[in-house]
């Protein structure tokens, strides 16, 4: 089935990706992309408790998780790849990348310098002209917090 999601949520591993979207999806696994992740021991071992032990939990820098894309894609599960930040998606998708086609903006939460675009996406210029390049580049771009919402078009909160 392969990465059946691709989701951008700033709470990375919570309840709305395990249950809401990891359970409708049958999601084998999730691969969580974070470089300061990956490199703690103690926060991968946080994440891994807010997750069923029938769902497998892959941690991977940016650099591994361009490396390894295709044989996510490759894998017979359904799987959910999360990033906590657009210019982390951003990076995976690569320049020349062709495997992501559709990304969801899932929570993108308020912090200095950013404005509401949605109740749960607020953006800076810079992170929303990134989605109008990823847009550009034909990845379908949305924003929908849970799987029972109506998927927001990029062209309607940016």
């Not at 941690?59 to 390894?68: G, K, L, N, Q």
């Not at 939460?109 to 109008?132: M, Q």
């Amino acid at each position: 089935m392969s990465i059946a999601l691709y989701r951008v949520d700033d709470r990375l591993i919570h309840g709305q990706v395990v249950v809401g979207w990891g359970q409708p999806l049958d999601a084998g696994f999730i691969v969580l992309v974070d470089d300061e992740v990956r490199a703690s021991e103690w926060e991968q071992e946080l994440y891994r408790m807010g997750v069923p032990p029938n769902i497998e939990v892959v941690f991977a820098s940016i650099e591994e998780a361009r490396r390894r894309l295709a044989d996510w894609n490759a894998d017979p599960r359904p799987g959910i790849l999360l990033a906590g930040d657009i210019d982390t998606i951003a990076a995976v998708a690569g320049e020349e990348n062709g495997i992501i086609r559709r990304v969801n903006i899932g929570g993108v939460h308020h912090r200095a310098g950013r404005s509401e675009k949605l109740r749960y996406v607020y953006l800076t210029d810079a992170e929303a002209a990134k989605l109008r390049q990823l847009a550009a580049r034909g990845i379908e771009i949305t924003a929908q917090d849970v799987p029972t919402a109506r998927a927001v078009p990029l062209e309607e909160f940016v």
